[in-house]
């Protein structure tokens, strides 16, 4: 069954392909980031033809950014990361944005939080959204469902979304189609 999306009112939303996590050199590096690099640049290159938005979301922390925290704070649970200014924070090679992409720089792991996003998708008349990048149980998880309670069709292809173990993608994938959104192959999503 294919999923025919408009192109006006859809944007492929690329979640944190950061040197960071996609580079063997990263801090926070996964095979499975690295191996979603060409997926998602395919999703990118089909979008651009069809006219579809393009938005790239960059994870970046100030160093200072969790101190005198109550309780959120990353570099606890991960470590230094995507330090802001640092190659790790940069989108890698491959997924470079152009004239009319957005790029959302966050400090979460959801991209709506405190960013231009939504703004950003409602003067461009989006609704549809669909999700490559990593990580799947991560920035991706929270971006997708933050989108689905703001009431966006959040639509994860689950061949071009990276993670750190295989059933961690799989966990992500099962809720988000269980509980806000949809999970298609690439092969079934065409713009027309």
């Not at 997926?39 to 938005?55: F, I, L, S």
């Not at 609704?127 to 994860?156: K, M, Q």
């Not at 993608?169 to 509980?179: D, F, G, P, S």
Request: hydrophobic residues 40%; proline residues 5%; negative net charge.
């Amino acid at each position: 069954m294919t999923l025919e999306l408009d192109p006006e009112s859809t944007a492929v939303v690329v979640v944190d392909m950061q040197n960071g996590f996609c580079h063997p050199e990263g801090s926070l590096y996964a095979p499975g980031s690295e191996a979603a690099i060409d997926p998602c640049a395919e999703v990118v290159a089909e979008a651009r033809k069809a006219g579809a938005a393009v938005v790239f979301t960059r994870d970046v922390h100030p160093p200072e950014q969790f101190e005198g925290n109550h309780y959120y704070d990353e570099f606890d649970r991960w470590g230094e990361h995507v330090l802001e200014g640092s190659w790790e924070a940069e989108l890698v090679s491959e997924l470079s944005p152009e004239d009319g992409d957005l790029v959302v720089v966050k400090h979460t792991y959801d991209a709506f939080h405190q960013t231009e996003l939504e703004g950003y998708l409602r003067s461009h008349g989006i609704d549809d959204l669909v999700f490559c990048g990593t990580l799947a149980n991560v920035c991706v998880l929270h971006t997708a469902g933050s989108a689905g309670l703001r009431d966006y069709r959040p639509i994860l292809l689950e061949d071009a979304i990276g993670a750190i173990e295989d059933d961690h993608r799989e966990y992500a994938l099962e809720h988000a189609e269980w509980l806000f959104g949809e999970v298609h192959p690439r092969s079934a999503v065409e713009f027309a």
